[in-house]
């Protein structure tokens, strides 16, 4: 389902002008990191896609429906949109209730529903702990039964708020592990994130945002080599890519691989 | 974000320099009288006479009157219909609407009242426009008030506001998970429980990792604590306090006298 | 003279069958600076409860060997003293702040007031520290207007006003952006060096390989592996149980099958440390062809 960014600005009651002209379209299959100083747009920006947030000028379209004229129940059929905060949603006693919520309410049916609870489970490797009290749960985990609960919905777009802050290694190769598989069954995946190396490692496309603008949009590659604009919003490149940068090789990598790739190129050159 | 935490308006004026306990003296002082003093147009003549110059005095009317359209004239409004309508007695009908009969003397009573509760609301709304909750706290506790329940007091001033933005993240947080909170009645009841839940679960945690916080600043030591305000009590101050206690005294002596 | 001492320490949460803690001995040197790394429920929080006294002081439970700050046992000690002496800096900034105050600069003098220090001694040291924790721009704002790094700049600089002997943090920099991170090992190094004893719980091991003087690898509530951060982070039974490695280290690791790693040079947790590295395997194979 594509995505349709026009002419959007957004100013909040206070009168902060948080977003100015944005636009952007985003297809289907589409996996977008959004990155930034704090204060710089993107959680206003991702709260368009699903109505919580409506333009203060310009549109956005999710598809055929402009958020305008749906609730955000509604867009919730079609955006996923996972919270930074997992103690900020989950209320029920059992970890699959809690995931079936979703689902539910977007008037699936039972058998349906079933399925989903289970898929999502399994995305999350939450199965041996799907009858455990979410809240008994260490917050590394908390987080995955928020990420499933949104996942069950099956959503053709997913959005995430910051999906790795406070999480631990395992945690976060568990997150590169969902986005994954995401990608593999074509749905579109937007994620805000400060971390950098995990935007490098799991994003083909990255967009910058910075003072309400796009300061950069286009491939991993070509934006996360660009040092001085990257800068100016007080994001430092990717480990990986400061490490290529230094040694002087002739294209921006972002991975291990790609390093010793490239390395072993010039080392033979 | 919530800027501003409490109702205080920074200004250099007479009602600021008060000492806070003088303003809270005084905020008793306006009511006392207003609500004992059997005299009919008592608290009329001081809501006119002091209440408003006072406003002034603390260089404060702007934001105290913009109080007064929406908050305080509402309710002392509102309380006057129900009063005026519903308070039985009186021989004077005026007029009569199905089974309620308006009388002069309700609606005498219910002006009366209404005023009283203008005065009250009132005094609160200019001693929390003129006096920083620190400040009150701080000069409370210097004279023997416990920390603890001074810090209570403060706490809980504060934490409506940050209640309110978390229940607005968890509302936006379940409507994204489909849940419906803007059609009927019954759909609004049903959406409860996925609202108060984390509403409730996430102010436990909270209290756990708050109170570890300000044991982690030395809050129950029992050493002498310091403040880091200065608070003045001029002779001025303490001259006032009597004043406005003899007022009081006054208002409910002659409340005793004349019934 | 250690000035932190854990014997044989284990810990069982209220209600708890395995211990979160198991076995702990520790002892850390005055001025030294200590990092403990591990997954989420190794026990690194616990850890860090235990030595700032909120075990067993708060949280009930069991707690069994010997825990010792300046020579003082802290079932001898009142919390309220202990907490004089051990600073405790932990994750969540938002529910840090106290509560009781309107602004940065009153949040931060919370402490010296409650231990009763003189007003002018306040304003001098609140003043002092806001300088060096970078957040002198901020004293009037309110505490609760601030971005989760600016809340975590403040907490710090709550607990160092203080002047404990030992700083314990729990992941103070979980939501700073990398130039936060950095002035903020930066502040917590300059410490260390004037003779504060500091334990800190974190994930950046970059950071940690150029700060720290000793790394403890907690696993399971156990002491999995301790010592130089160097040998320790880049220790290969770390990968096997999930443990966060430098992607220095990652790189290094793969390189090394392939030919592009020395194999006698130890592997790199930072990023001068893979330039240095891979420089000069570069120049050695452009000297041989």
Known sequence: MNIQIENLSFRYPNGVLALRRVSLEIAPGEQVAVIGQNGAGKTTLVKHLNGLLLPTEGRVRIGDWDTRHYSVAKLARRVGYVFQNPDEQLFTKTVAEEIAFGPRNLGYPGERIQELVEDALQLTQLQAMRNTNPYDLSPTWRKMVAIASILAMDTPILVFDEPTTGQDAASVTRLAMIIAELKRRGKTVITITHDIDFCAENFARVIVMGGGQVLLDGPARTVLGKAEILAQTYVDPPQITRLGLRLGLAEVVCTPQEFLDAFEKQCAA | MHERLSFYVKRESALHQLNPLTKLTLVFGLILPAFLVPFYWTPHLLLLLVVFPLAFLGKVQGEYFTAVTKLILPAAGFLFVMQALFIPGGETVLAKLWFLTLTQESLMYAFANAVRIFVMVSSFTLFMLTTHPSELMSDLTQRGLPGQFAYVIIATLQIIPQMQAKASTIIAAQRSRGLDTESSFARRVQALVPLVGPLVFGSLVEVEERAIAIEARGFTSRRPKTSLREIYDRPLDKGLRWLLILIMLASLVSRIWFS | ?289
């Open chain 3, 1 to 289: 003279m250690p000035i932190v001492k854990l014997q044989q320490v284990t810990y069982h949460y209220p209600f708890t069958e395995k211990p979160a803690l198991q076995d702990i001995n520790l002892e850390v040197e005055e001025g030294e600076f200590v990092a403990v790394i591990g997954p989420n429920g190794a026990g690194k929080s616990t850890l860090c409860y235990t030595l700032a006294g909120f075990i067993p002081h708060f949280y009930k439970g069991e707690l069994k060997g010997i825990v010792e700050v300046d020579g003082v046992l802290v079932q001898d000690s009142d919390l309220s003293d202990w907490v004089l002496k051990v600073g405790l800096v932990f994750q969540n900034p938002f529910n840090q702040i106290s509560g009781a105050k309107y602004t940065v600069f009153e949040e931060v003098a919370f402490g010296l007031e409650n231990s009763g220090v003189p007003r002018s001694e306040i304003i001098r040291r609140v003043e002092e520290v806001l300088q060096m924790t970078g957040i002198a721009d901020l004293a009037d704002r309110s505490p609760y207007s601030l971005s989760g790094g600016q809340q975590q700049r403040v907490a710090l600089a709550s607990i160092l006003v203080m002047q404990p002997k030992v700083l314990v943090l729990d992941e103070p920099t979980s939501q700073m952006d990398p130039i936060g991170t950095r002035e903020v090992f930066g502040v917590i190094r300059q410490m260390a060096e004037q003779g504060m004893t500091v334990v800190m719980a974190e994930h950046k091991v970059e950071w940690i390989a150029q700060f720290a003087d000793r790394v403890i690898a907690l696993w399971e509530g156990k002491i999995y592996l301790e010592g130089k951060p160097h040998e320790v982070l880049t220790d290969e039974r770390l990968v096997e149980k999930g443990f966060g490695v430098s992607r220095y280290t990652t790189t290094a690791r793969l390189a090394l099958p392939r030919g592009l790693w020395q194999k006698e040079r130890p592997l790199p947790v930072t990023l001068e440390e893979a330039v240095a590295g891979f420089s000069a395997l570069r120049n050695a194979r452009r000297k041989q062809g």
